[in-house]
């Protein structure tokens, strides 16, 4: 089975990666999109007291 | 002659490299300066094409975003071996930065948080994502999720620094001309910042450090013109780097040091532990500790942007 | 083999250095678990120095400094309480027992005393154990691995750029 990756995906914020994989025709037998990123924001802003939480998650995305 | 550059993110959001957009049309004397050979955010070029560079081929590759993965790690030694100088872009590359905050936590606490326990996540089978999958004849890859957020210096040598969450957009500018001129000072220090603490750049007036209480926002309304540390909010800018024209400061709310410390301080978080603690006014065990329950998360004030950084890295497990 | 701690003691040039000297002239027999380190006055230990002390491998640290309102610079040995104080705050917050710092005065007299106190502080040491953080930094390292020679070369094969 043929085999394309698109790595790393381009023009937006973040991570990613396509991969297409091509039977024997070369047409599309299935497509995968993965993310290779995390970062936990969603952990570690735990118990942080709440006026400070405008000053940490915009660090999620800055564009 | 054009210079080669390369732009990257590693655990990052993009506001460095949108820090580098926001030079407005000075990008139009970047592009002369350089032909860019990655840069995701705003060009199509893959892994593929780093990978096929002679080493030391680029000029300079600039990195931002924190070490979080496998893949970071992977094309920041890529980037290394194909560049002659590697600049950390940014608090993430700097000192860890926002995600360096995570050290906090295992792996494992964060992978179950997001995946399993969060509110709005529906995952009845408590699927995590894995490194290695297959079904059938498709077989796919993630890099490794790290236990450890890392600073790029902890993996590769790194030339130079451009600090701050984000770096001055015209700050950039000047550190990208000093690399083109060829006046790049020592190896090893920062760049397009100053040298000395914020303190000495901020516009609020400064008389005596006599703190009775620590105030959280809804307990003080600030004085513009007076400093704030003095007024009971903690500011960060006693250990910060200055450079970026105290744009939080000026704002009306406190410096969380994101452009870093200054020469010669290993270690941020503590020297505004120090800084604080001497200018509480208090001289009985039980007066220090009545002003010492005022602060609130004091871990995560004083190594807001340096945890990774820090002399002890993360927190122990 | 039971575990011996190793402590560093910040011990202050004009009282507790020279009450720590006294304990030995006075041939007192006590624990010898303490490296001391004598620094002017108390009030010159950062918290830096105590971090740096226990991530070199101390297992606890010693802050000794003359008694409230008989320090040599007059007050030095508050700085050194105040900053003491916010750091057994924050300690735990990173994983380290907070009893694991601790200060106390020690007048130029107090040979006896002085031994009392490092005889005190080593057992309580000892209960809890050794430290160990650069250990446990490179165990939460331990599987945070790319194999890097490999990757950074690695052709894809047969894979097309799209």
Known sequence: MKRIEIDPITRLEGHGKITIFLNEQGEVDNAYLQIPELRGFEKFVEGLPVEEIPRVVPRICGV | ?317 | ?162
Not at chain 2, 182 to 192: F, N, T
């Open chain 2, 1 to 317: 002659m054009k210079l080669k550059f390369g732009i990257y993110w590693g655990a990052a959001c993009g506001g460095c490299d949108v820090a580098i957009l926001d030079t407005h049309e000075k990008i139009l004397e970047i592009a002369d300066m350089a032909d860019i050979f990655l840069w995701p955010l705003a060009m199509d070029f893959k892994y593929k094409k780093i990978r096929a560079l002679e080493d030391n081929y680029l000029d300079a590759s600039f990195f931002s975003g924190a070490i979080r993965n496998s893949e970071n790690e992977e094309i920041a030694r890529l980037l290394r071996r194909k560049s002659k100088v590697m600049v950390a872009l940014g608090a993430c590359a700097h000192i860890g930065g926002i995600p360096g905050l995570a050290n906090m936590y295992t792996r494992e606490d964060v992978l179950n948080r997001v995946y399993r326990e969060s509110e709005s996540t529906i995952n009845e089978e408590g699927i995590i994502p894995r490194e290695a999958w297959s079904e059938g004849e498709y077989e796919l890859e993630l890099p490794r999720f790290y236990n450890t957020v890392k600073t790029l210096d902890q993996i590769i040598n790194v030339e130079y620094y451009i600090p701050g969450c984000p770096p001055v957009p015209l700050q950039i500018y000047s550190a990208l001309t000093l690399v083109r001129d060829g006046m790049l000072p020592p190896k090893g220090s920062v760049i397009g910042a100053g040298d000395r603490a914020l303190c000495e750049q901020c516009p609020r007036v400064k008389e005596e450090k006599k703190l009775t209480g620590i105030k959280r926002v809804h307990e003080v309304i600030p004085d513009p013109e007076k400093c704030l540390l003095e007024q009971g909010l903690i500011c960060l800018g006693p250990v910060t780097r200055s450079g970026c024209g105290s744009r939080c400061i000026k704002s009306g709310v406190p410096c969380r040091g994101c452009y870093g410390p200054v020469d010669d301080v290993k270690d941020q978080g503590f020297a505004m532990l120090s800084a604080l603690a001497s200018s509480l006014d208090a001289k009985e065990q039980k007066d220090i500790d009545a002003i010492i329950d005022t602060i609130e998360d004091p871990l995560r004030t004083l190594h807001r942007f340096s945890l990774a950084a820090s002399m002890l890295r993360r927190k122990k497990v």
């Open chain 3, 1 to 162: 083999m039971t575990f011996e701690p190793t402590i560093v003691g910040f011990l202050c040039n004009w009282c507790s250095y020279t009450g720590a000297d006294l304990a030995g002239t006075s041939r007192v027999k006590y624990a010898a678990n303490v490296r001391s380190i004598r620094v002017m006055c108390s009030g010159r230990v950062e918290p830096t120095f105590v971090i740096k002390a226990l991530y070199e491998g101390a297992d606890g640290v010693l802050i000794a400094g003359c008694h409230p309102g008989d320090c040599h610079y007059q007050e030095g040995n508050y700085k050194a309480l105040r900053r003491y104080r916010l750091l057994r705050r924050v300690l735990p917050e990173y994983g380290i027992e907070p009893e694991r710092v601790r200060l106390e005065w020690v007048a130029a007299s107090e040979g006896e005393r002085f031994a009392k106190v490092v005889d005190d502080f080593t057992d309580q040491i000892r209960r809890l154990g050794p430290l160990d953080i650069k250990e446990s930094i490179a165990q939460s390292l331990i599987d945070d691995v790319v194999n890097h020679e490999e990757e950074a070369t690695k052709d894809i094969g047969d894979v097309n750029e799209a």
